[in-house]
């Protein structure tokens, strides 16, 4: 039987046969030392297993290749479409995309392979930030789902970012993520115990991020299903007064009738809903904070690009860039979604109601106190199981329903650093109009007289919000006026090309 031997183990027969030649050399030690061949032989085997592991991180960055690449389609989509709060439309959650994800988390899922080399500690480290990232992106996608699919990626989502913190944790107490090898402690090097240390905290503080941004998901998972039903409501109540008037059809009927519906869509979009609301804000917040460590982590690299002594090798690097870069763009949308706020109507109300953090709304909580309310069917069982079971359902509702107020009671708080924000600006706005006015008072400055636009109809009654004492800002009201026109012109454009393309007439 022919066995493949590898380099190493016959550098090491060959030294074998040597000593066999001395006579100085007893045979007990000759044969001490031959008991080593099969340990080397399983050496040069492990060498030949993780020859493919550069491409397998080759693999691992163009799976964060597409995640960035979605991340950065739905900012463009936002950007054309001047919907500065960023709808998901290509980075949405399912399993296609928790595959992708998975297959791009892969490093701070490996338990077993070292990772020596500072790029190698960094990259493992910045994968992390990029799935803070990601799942920030992904938040506003969860109020397109049913209530079926909702729950069904909820949980597929929780399973894989627990896998994710398990490992980690894991890999935080065994030191492959601080970077406590031996031979840094045998080398005594002072710079290599203060990034061991450094290695860990950003690792605890990445993991304690992902937990809380998980239970940003599910906790508006929870409060999206009360909230459609809610806005389902409005929307009835304000279709009820879309009748059209009895008479002649006019175009501008038509057009004021279509506009109507378009300001229902627009302010009813329950992506919209999620994205000003305080989950929304406190998950943008956190991710900024989570870019600011991954930037610090890449300026700790600068200088240290060739120090990667994994077994991925130079793959390690491309990964390292690729999530960088998908981090630095893909905290754009969750960042702007803070600031989603100045879509309502700026005032001292409005202030004085985000400043009220331990206010928790009906619709936050009002799914879990129907699950309380409701009873689960029992057909054989006796009386005082059910009596157990009904207790125990109420207290673990009852937890769930204490531990979703203060999740909201957080993030509400963390939300007040963009409404400070927010607050400046306005009271920079009120200053700038109060000067504005004196400069004009004196005769200092001179106002041009411009025609006086078309005061538009109160489309008050047809904004669609979760609380009625937001009113949207007018000039959120103006934009989306602005792309109901673009869409008219759109189609009458389309409507003539056709009508021309069926008489036979071409434009060139």
Known sequence: MHINVGSKLTEYLKLLNQLEYYGNVPNDL????????LIVYRSDRQNSFIEPMPWIGIYIAIASLFCTLAMVADLIHGLRNRKLWFPCK???????SLSIIAVAMKLPMDLSSLM???????????SMGFMYTMMANLLPSLATMDSKELFTNIIALVVLVITLVVNVCIQIKTGV???????HRLGGDHYSNYLSF????????YVAMILMLLMIHACSSIAILKSKQLLEVKYQAALKDQQLEPGRLTVEKLKKHVSNYWIMAGTGNPQFMTACSATGSASGVVCALSTVLHVIIMLFTVGRTKDYKSDYKWSMMVILIIQFIGSLLGTIAPLCRCFAALSFKLSIKWIWNSMKVFKVESYWTQKLFDLKQSSIPFFSCSRKFKFFVHNFEVLILGFCIGFQKA????CKIIGLIPVFIVICIFNCSCCWKWLKSMLIAFGIVFVKTT???ETNENFSHYVLQLQDDMELAEITMKRISKSFDRLIKKAETTTLQSYEASKGIYRF
């Open 30 to 37: 000759i044969n001490s030392l031959r008991s080593y061949a």
């Open 90 to 96: 290509y980075s949405t959650l399912n399993a296609a």
């Open 116 to 126: 020596p080399g500072d790029v190698d500690q960094f990259t493992k480290i910045g």
């Open 177 to 183: 993520v601080s970077n406590t090898e031996v031979e």
């Open 198 to 205: 450094y290695n860990q905290s950003i690792a605890i503080i």
């Open 407 to 410: 999740v909201v009671v957080a």
């Open 451 to 453: 025609e006086q636009h």
